[in-house]
Protein backbone atom coordinates (compact mmCIF):
# COMPACT_ATOMS: atom_id res chain seq x y z
CA UNK A 1 0.00 0.00 0.00
CA UNK A 2 1.12 3.47 -1.00
CA UNK A 3 1.20 6.53 1.50
CA UNK A 4 1.30 10.06 1.55
CA UNK A 5 -0.20 11.96 3.91
CA UNK A 6 -36.25 23.71 -15.74
CA UNK A 7 -35.87 20.11 -15.57
CA UNK A 8 -35.01 18.20 -18.81
CA UNK A 9 -36.54 14.64 -18.67
CA UNK A 10 -34.36 11.27 -19.81
CA UNK A 11 -36.42 7.36 -19.05
CA UNK A 12 -34.65 4.44 -18.89
CA UNK A 13 -36.27 3.22 -21.84
CA UNK A 14 -35.02 6.49 -23.99
CA UNK A 15 -31.92 8.92 -24.25
CA UNK A 16 -33.19 10.69 -27.15
CA UNK A 17 -30.15 13.73 -27.33
CA UNK A 18 -27.61 11.39 -26.92
CA UNK A 19 -25.82 12.71 -30.07
CA UNK A 20 -25.76 15.87 -28.13
CA UNK A 21 -23.32 14.48 -25.38
CA UNK A 22 -20.53 13.11 -28.12
CA UNK A 23 -17.47 15.18 -27.65
CA UNK A 24 -16.23 17.98 -29.86
CA UNK A 25 -12.96 19.23 -29.79
CA UNK A 26 -13.17 22.71 -29.94
CA UNK A 27 -16.06 22.78 -26.92
CA UNK A 28 -15.15 23.75 -23.59
CA UNK A 29 -17.77 23.25 -20.44
CA UNK A 30 -18.33 27.24 -19.31
CA UNK A 31 -19.47 26.40 -15.53
CA UNK A 32 -22.99 26.27 -16.63
CA UNK A 33 -25.11 23.21 -15.45
CA UNK A 34 -28.97 22.56 -16.09
CA UNK A 35 -30.86 19.79 -13.89
CA UNK A 36 -32.27 16.84 -15.64
CA UNK A 37 -34.37 14.24 -14.60
CA UNK A 38 -33.81 10.56 -15.34
CA UNK A 39 -36.72 8.50 -14.50
CA UNK A 40 -37.58 4.27 -14.41
CA UNK A 41 -40.95 3.15 -14.50
CA UNK A 42 -40.92 0.36 -11.95
CA UNK A 43 -37.49 -0.17 -9.64
CA UNK A 44 -37.42 -2.93 -7.43
CA UNK A 45 -34.93 -2.93 -4.25
CA UNK A 46 -32.40 -5.41 -2.96
CA UNK A 47 -35.15 -5.90 -0.35
CA UNK A 48 -37.68 -7.22 -2.98
CA UNK A 49 -40.14 -4.09 -2.86
CA UNK A 50 -41.60 -2.33 -5.75
CA UNK A 51 -41.13 1.32 -5.89
CA UNK A 52 -43.29 2.79 -9.12
CA UNK A 53 -42.31 6.07 -10.95
CA UNK A 54 -38.95 6.13 -9.58
CA UNK A 55 -37.53 9.97 -10.76
CA UNK A 56 -33.72 11.46 -9.47
CA UNK A 57 -32.00 14.31 -10.61
CA UNK A 58 -28.70 14.42 -12.68
CA UNK A 59 -26.05 16.55 -13.62
CA UNK A 60 -23.23 16.33 -16.21
CA UNK A 61 -20.09 18.42 -16.56
CA UNK A 62 -17.60 17.69 -19.95
CA UNK A 63 -18.89 15.56 -22.89
CA UNK A 64 -19.28 12.03 -23.58
CA UNK A 65 -16.31 10.87 -26.10
CA UNK A 66 -17.76 8.60 -29.16
CA UNK A 67 -16.51 5.55 -27.33
CA UNK A 68 -18.18 6.66 -24.12
CA UNK A 69 -15.74 5.36 -21.97
CA UNK A 70 -14.43 8.78 -20.59
CA UNK A 71 -17.17 8.79 -17.97
CA UNK A 72 -16.33 9.73 -14.35
CA UNK A 73 -19.20 9.24 -11.85
CA UNK A 74 -19.34 11.21 -8.71
CA UNK A 75 -21.11 10.22 -5.80
CA UNK A 76 -22.79 12.47 -2.72
CA UNK A 77 -22.67 12.45 0.97
CA UNK A 78 -24.99 12.16 3.18
CA UNK A 79 -26.32 15.90 2.61
CA UNK A 80 -25.43 16.38 -0.40
CA UNK A 81 -26.73 16.56 -3.90
CA UNK A 82 -25.88 16.24 -7.18
CA UNK A 83 -24.54 19.60 -8.25
CA UNK A 84 -20.75 18.45 -7.74
CA UNK A 85 -19.84 21.69 -9.64
CA UNK A 86 -21.09 24.71 -11.56
CA UNK A 87 -23.61 27.11 -11.88
CA UNK A 88 -27.04 26.96 -12.24
CA UNK A 89 -27.33 31.01 -13.10
CA UNK A 90 -25.54 32.84 -16.19
CA UNK A 91 -24.80 35.51 -13.68
CA UNK A 92 -24.49 33.34 -10.65
CA UNK A 93 -21.47 31.98 -8.68
CA UNK A 94 -20.13 28.41 -9.18
CA UNK A 95 -21.79 26.59 -6.05
CA UNK A 96 -20.75 23.11 -6.41
CA UNK A 97 -19.27 21.13 -3.49
CA UNK A 98 -16.12 20.05 -5.62
CA UNK A 99 -15.96 23.24 -7.62
CA UNK A 100 -11.93 22.90 -6.57
CA UNK A 101 -11.32 19.75 -8.86
CA UNK A 102 -13.95 19.94 -11.22
CA UNK A 103 -13.83 22.00 -14.51
CA UNK A 104 -11.56 22.78 -17.48
CA UNK A 105 -7.69 22.20 -16.62
CA UNK A 106 -8.58 20.97 -12.89
CA UNK A 107 -7.99 17.42 -11.83
CA UNK A 108 -11.32 15.99 -13.36
CA UNK A 109 -10.73 18.02 -16.10
CA UNK A 110 -14.04 18.69 -18.26
CA UNK A 111 -11.78 19.21 -21.70
CA UNK A 112 -10.98 15.31 -20.74
CA UNK A 113 -13.93 13.65 -19.08
CA UNK A 114 -17.62 13.54 -19.04
CA UNK A 115 -18.49 13.81 -15.28
CA UNK A 116 -21.64 12.45 -14.29
CA UNK A 117 -23.76 12.92 -10.58
CA UNK A 118 -26.97 12.23 -9.37
CA UNK A 119 -29.37 12.48 -6.63
CA UNK A 120 -29.93 9.40 -4.59
CA UNK A 121 -32.96 7.90 -3.78
CA UNK A 122 -34.03 9.85 -0.57
CA UNK A 123 -32.40 12.79 -0.77
CA UNK A 124 -31.87 14.60 2.33
CA UNK A 125 -33.11 18.06 -0.29
CA UNK A 126 -36.81 17.17 -0.67
CA UNK A 127 -37.58 20.35 -0.06
CA UNK A 128 -35.00 21.85 -2.39
CA UNK A 129 -35.82 23.00 -5.94
CA UNK A 130 -32.85 22.07 -7.30
CA UNK A 131 -33.05 18.36 -6.07
CA UNK A 132 -34.96 15.49 -8.11
CA UNK A 133 -35.50 12.46 -5.57
CA UNK A 134 -37.84 9.81 -5.02
CA UNK A 135 -38.64 9.08 -1.22
CA UNK A 136 -41.24 9.13 1.49
CA UNK A 137 -41.88 12.71 0.76
CA UNK A 138 -42.78 11.71 -2.76
CA UNK A 139 -46.20 10.67 -3.89
CA UNK A 140 -47.39 6.85 -3.57
CA UNK A 141 -49.35 6.74 -6.89
CA UNK A 142 -51.43 3.50 -5.88
CA UNK A 143 -52.61 5.93 -2.79
CA UNK A 144 -52.03 9.59 -4.42
CA UNK A 145 -51.11 10.52 -0.54
CA UNK A 146 -47.04 10.91 0.34
CA UNK A 147 -45.51 7.21 1.29
CA UNK A 148 -44.42 8.09 4.31
CA UNK A 149 -42.66 5.57 6.19
CA UNK A 150 -44.13 3.02 3.95
CA UNK A 151 -41.51 3.73 1.18
CA UNK A 152 -39.06 0.41 1.26
CA UNK A 153 -35.95 0.66 3.07
CA UNK A 154 -33.69 1.43 0.38
CA UNK A 155 -29.76 0.97 0.43
CA UNK A 156 -26.84 1.98 -0.86
CA UNK A 157 -26.37 -0.81 -3.35
CA UNK A 158 -30.18 0.53 -4.30
CA UNK A 159 -28.68 3.84 -4.98
CA UNK A 160 -26.06 2.41 -7.27
CA UNK A 161 -28.77 0.35 -9.05
CA UNK A 162 -30.43 3.76 -10.20
CA UNK A 163 -26.54 5.22 -11.02
CA UNK A 164 -26.16 2.06 -13.34
CA UNK A 165 -29.72 2.56 -14.78
CA UNK A 166 -28.75 6.26 -15.81
CA UNK A 167 -25.38 5.25 -17.12
CA UNK A 168 -26.88 2.76 -19.38
CA UNK A 169 -29.70 5.07 -20.51
CA UNK A 170 -26.60 6.68 -21.70
CA UNK A 171 -24.75 4.12 -23.19
CA UNK A 172 -22.14 3.92 -20.82
CA UNK A 173 -20.52 0.52 -19.75
CA UNK A 174 -17.31 1.23 -18.13
CA UNK A 175 -16.42 4.40 -15.53
CA UNK A 176 -13.17 5.66 -16.14
CA UNK A 177 -13.42 6.51 -12.45
CA UNK A 178 -15.85 6.39 -9.49
CA UNK A 179 -15.62 8.95 -6.63
CA UNK A 180 -17.66 9.91 -3.60
CA UNK A 181 -17.31 11.63 0.00
CA UNK A 182 -19.07 10.06 2.89
CA UNK A 183 -21.91 8.43 1.89
CA UNK A 184 -19.95 9.04 -1.41
CA UNK A 185 -17.12 6.71 -0.71
CA UNK A 186 -19.82 4.01 0.12
CA UNK A 187 -21.73 4.14 -3.21
CA UNK A 188 -18.47 4.35 -4.64
CA UNK A 189 -16.89 1.32 -2.92
CA UNK A 190 -20.21 -0.68 -3.73
CA UNK A 191 -19.47 0.28 -7.51
CA UNK A 192 -16.34 -1.24 -7.47
CA UNK A 193 -17.53 -4.26 -5.72
CA UNK A 194 -20.71 -4.81 -7.50
CA UNK A 195 -19.27 -4.12 -10.94
CA UNK A 196 -15.69 -4.68 -10.72
CA UNK A 197 -15.59 -4.88 -14.60
CA UNK A 198 -17.03 -1.60 -15.17
CA UNK A 199 -14.87 0.15 -12.80
CA UNK A 200 -11.93 1.63 -13.73
CA UNK A 201 -10.57 3.29 -10.81
CA UNK A 202 -12.19 3.78 -7.68
CA UNK A 203 -12.04 6.90 -5.19
CA UNK A 204 -13.87 6.84 -1.78
CA UNK A 205 -12.94 10.37 -0.15
CA UNK A 206 -13.89 9.77 4.05
CA UNK A 207 -15.26 6.68 3.92
CA UNK A 208 -14.59 3.02 4.50
CA UNK A 209 -16.01 -0.50 3.65
CA UNK A 210 -18.71 -1.00 6.30
CA UNK A 211 -20.63 1.00 8.84
CA UNK A 212 -18.81 0.11 12.02
CA UNK A 213 -20.85 0.37 15.50
CA UNK A 214 -18.79 4.06 16.02
CA UNK A 215 -21.00 5.15 12.78
CA UNK A 216 -24.09 3.00 13.74
CA UNK A 217 -24.53 4.90 17.33
CA UNK A 218 -23.67 7.96 15.43
CA UNK A 219 -26.13 7.60 12.78
CA UNK A 220 -28.56 6.63 15.49
CA UNK A 221 -27.91 9.84 17.27
CA UNK A 222 -28.65 12.08 14.41
CA UNK A 223 -32.14 10.66 13.52
CA UNK A 224 -33.40 10.57 17.87
CA UNK A 225 -34.28 14.07 17.50
CA UNK A 226 -36.75 13.64 14.72
CA UNK A 227 -38.24 10.47 16.71
CA UNK A 228 -39.17 12.32 19.97
CA UNK A 229 -40.45 15.35 17.72
CA UNK A 230 -44.04 14.94 18.48
CA UNK A 231 -44.92 16.54 15.08
CA UNK A 232 -43.07 13.35 13.17
CA UNK A 233 -46.16 11.40 14.54
CA UNK A 234 -44.84 7.70 12.96
CA UNK A 235 -43.94 9.93 9.64
CA UNK A 236 -47.06 10.37 9.02
CA UNK A 237 -46.73 14.60 9.16
CA UNK A 238 -47.24 15.66 5.60
CA UNK A 239 -51.32 16.92 6.16
CA UNK A 240 -50.00 18.77 9.20
CA UNK A 241 -47.36 20.61 11.08
CA UNK A 242 -43.48 18.91 10.35
CA UNK A 243 -41.54 18.24 12.90
CA UNK A 244 -38.98 20.93 12.30
CA UNK A 245 -37.37 21.32 14.98
CA UNK A 246 -36.21 18.01 16.01
CA UNK A 247 -34.96 17.76 12.03
CA UNK A 248 -33.38 21.14 13.22
CA UNK A 249 -31.92 19.07 16.30
CA UNK A 250 -30.86 16.47 14.11
CA UNK A 251 -29.12 18.66 11.39
CA UNK A 252 -27.22 20.66 14.67
CA UNK A 253 -25.55 17.69 15.11
CA UNK A 254 -24.41 16.61 11.61
CA UNK A 255 -23.00 19.72 10.99
CA UNK A 256 -21.24 19.11 14.62
CA UNK A 257 -19.93 15.58 13.92
CA UNK A 258 -18.53 16.26 10.70
CA UNK A 259 -16.48 18.81 11.60
CA UNK A 260 -13.99 18.59 14.33
CA UNK A 261 -12.75 20.26 17.72
CA UNK A 262 -9.76 21.99 16.32
CA UNK A 263 -12.30 23.99 13.94
CA UNK A 264 -14.65 25.02 16.91
CA UNK A 265 -11.84 26.07 18.89
CA UNK A 266 -10.10 28.19 16.43
CA UNK A 267 -13.28 30.09 14.96
CA UNK A 268 -15.27 30.60 18.02
CA UNK A 269 -13.00 30.49 20.93
CA UNK A 270 -15.32 31.06 24.21
CA UNK A 271 -17.56 34.23 21.76
CA UNK A 272 -21.05 34.95 22.59
CA UNK A 273 -23.45 34.75 20.18
CA UNK A 274 -24.66 38.56 21.59
CA UNK A 275 -21.63 41.02 23.10
CA UNK A 276 -24.68 42.18 25.04
CA UNK A 277 -26.26 39.36 26.97
CA UNK A 278 -23.31 37.25 29.29
CA UNK A 279 -24.45 33.58 29.37
CA UNK A 280 -23.21 33.53 32.65
CA UNK A 281 -25.75 36.48 33.79
CA UNK A 282 -28.58 35.01 31.62
CA UNK A 283 -30.01 31.80 31.16
CA UNK A 284 -30.86 32.63 27.87
CA UNK A 285 -28.13 33.96 26.50
CA UNK A 286 -25.93 31.52 23.96
CA UNK A 287 -22.47 31.15 22.71
CA UNK A 288 -21.46 31.76 19.46
CA UNK A 289 -20.86 28.54 18.20
CA UNK A 290 -24.20 27.19 19.51
CA UNK A 291 -25.85 29.89 17.69
CA UNK A 292 -23.76 29.66 14.76
CA UNK A 293 -25.03 25.90 14.58
CA UNK A 294 -28.75 26.36 15.26
CA UNK A 295 -28.57 29.09 12.41
CA UNK A 296 -26.71 26.34 10.02
CA UNK A 297 -29.72 23.99 10.71
CA UNK A 298 -32.19 25.99 10.57
CA UNK A 299 -31.14 27.32 7.02
CA UNK A 300 -30.75 23.34 6.32
CA UNK A 301 -34.17 22.14 7.37
CA UNK A 302 -36.03 24.26 5.38
CA UNK A 303 -34.40 22.35 2.31
CA UNK A 304 -34.97 19.33 4.03
CA UNK A 305 -37.60 16.35 4.71
CA UNK A 306 -37.16 14.79 8.30
CA UNK A 307 -38.60 11.41 7.10
CA UNK A 308 -35.80 11.39 4.50
CA UNK A 309 -33.38 12.10 7.21
CA UNK A 310 -34.53 8.55 8.39
CA UNK A 311 -33.95 6.70 5.57
CA UNK A 312 -30.38 7.39 4.69
CA UNK A 313 -29.59 7.04 8.38
CA UNK A 314 -30.61 3.70 7.62
CA UNK A 315 -29.14 3.11 4.32
CA UNK A 316 -26.12 4.48 5.76
CA UNK A 317 -26.01 1.59 8.64
CA UNK A 318 -26.91 -1.35 6.54
CA UNK A 319 -23.83 -1.20 4.58
CA UNK A 320 -21.36 -3.41 3.96
CA UNK A 321 -19.15 -4.14 1.09
CA UNK A 322 -20.80 -6.40 -1.03
CA UNK A 323 -23.83 -7.28 0.86
CA UNK A 324 -22.54 -10.92 1.48
CA UNK A 325 -21.63 -12.40 4.33
CA UNK A 326 -18.09 -11.22 5.01
CA UNK A 327 -16.77 -7.55 4.30
CA UNK A 328 -13.42 -9.28 3.63
CA UNK A 329 -15.57 -11.24 0.30
CA UNK A 330 -17.01 -8.05 -0.46
CA UNK A 331 -13.74 -6.03 -0.44
CA UNK A 332 -11.44 -8.34 -2.37
CA UNK A 333 -14.24 -8.23 -5.16
CA UNK A 334 -12.63 -4.71 -5.88
CA UNK A 335 -10.24 -4.72 -8.89
CA UNK A 336 -10.11 -1.38 -9.79
CA UNK A 337 -6.64 0.61 -8.86
CA UNK A 338 -8.09 2.41 -5.75
CA UNK A 339 -6.95 5.98 -4.10
CA UNK A 340 -8.52 6.52 -0.73
CA UNK A 341 -8.28 10.10 1.04
CA UNK A 342 -8.85 10.49 4.55
CA UNK A 343 -8.63 12.36 7.53
CA UNK A 344 -7.18 11.25 10.86
CA UNK A 345 -9.16 13.92 12.54
CA UNK A 346 -12.68 12.25 10.95
CA UNK A 347 -14.83 12.12 14.29
CA UNK A 348 -17.39 10.12 11.58
CA UNK A 349 -15.60 7.67 9.86
CA UNK A 350 -13.19 6.51 12.33
CA UNK A 351 -9.36 6.68 10.63
CA UNK A 352 -8.33 3.16 11.83
CA UNK A 353 -11.18 1.61 9.80
CA UNK A 354 -10.32 3.33 6.75
CA UNK A 355 -7.10 1.90 6.85
CA UNK A 356 -8.41 -1.14 7.50
CA UNK A 357 -10.46 -0.75 4.32
CA UNK A 358 -7.59 -0.58 2.51
CA UNK A 359 -5.42 -3.31 3.71
CA UNK A 360 -8.65 -5.85 2.82
CA UNK A 361 -8.26 -4.08 -0.79
CA UNK A 362 -5.06 -4.93 -0.97
CA UNK A 363 -5.16 -7.90 0.31
CA UNK A 364 -5.83 -9.60 -3.23
CA UNK A 365 -3.13 -7.94 -4.71
CA UNK A 366 -5.48 -4.76 -5.73
CA UNK A 367 -3.53 -1.73 -6.33
CA UNK A 368 -4.21 1.06 -3.01
CA UNK A 369 -2.84 4.01 -2.00
CA UNK A 370 -3.84 5.91 1.15
CA UNK A 371 -2.93 9.61 1.52
CA UNK A 372 -4.33 12.23 3.88
CA UNK A 373 -6.17 15.21 3.69
CA UNK A 374 -4.62 18.19 6.47
CA UNK A 375 -7.21 20.83 8.00
CA UNK A 376 -8.90 21.56 10.83
CA UNK A 377 -12.15 20.62 9.84
CA UNK A 378 -12.26 16.92 10.09
CA UNK A 379 -14.41 14.65 8.14
CA UNK A 380 -15.79 17.73 6.31
CA UNK A 381 -11.93 18.44 5.09
CA UNK A 382 -12.51 15.71 2.42
CA UNK A 383 -15.07 18.33 0.90
CA UNK A 384 -13.83 21.72 1.68
CA UNK A 385 -9.69 21.03 1.43
CA UNK A 386 -9.94 18.53 -1.46
CA UNK A 387 -8.12 20.57 -3.47
CA UNK A 388 -4.67 19.78 -1.74
CA UNK A 389 -4.93 16.07 -3.59
CA UNK A 390 -5.06 17.80 -6.71
CA UNK A 391 -1.75 16.72 -8.23
CA UNK A 392 -2.75 13.35 -6.93
CA UNK A 393 -5.91 13.10 -8.37
CA UNK A 394 -4.70 14.61 -11.74
CA UNK A 395 -2.22 11.50 -11.75
CA UNK A 396 -3.91 8.79 -10.14
CA UNK A 397 -6.67 9.60 -13.08
CA UNK A 398 -4.44 9.59 -16.09
Do not use: C
Not at 112 to 122: G, K
Not at 239 to 262: C, R, S
Amino acid sequence: MRRKQPFALVTAASFTSIGLLLATPLWAWDGMVEKQRFEIESFTTQGGETIPNVAVGWEAYGELNEARDNAILITHFFSGTSHAAGRYEAEGEATGYWDAIIGPGKPLDTDEYYIISSDTLVNLGANDPNVITTGPASLNPDTGEPWGMDFPVVTIRDFVEVQRALLESQGIESLHAVMGASMGALQAIEWASAYPERVERLIPVIGGGVADPWLLATLSAWAAPIRLDAHWNEGDYYDGEPPTDGLKEALKLVTLNANHWQWANEAFNRDWADDARDPAQDITARYAIEQTLDDIAAARAALSDANHLLYLVRANQTFMAGYGDSLEAGLAAIEAPTLMLYSENDLVFAPEGVRRTAELIEADGTEVTLETLEGSRGHLDGVVAIEQASDTLRAFLE
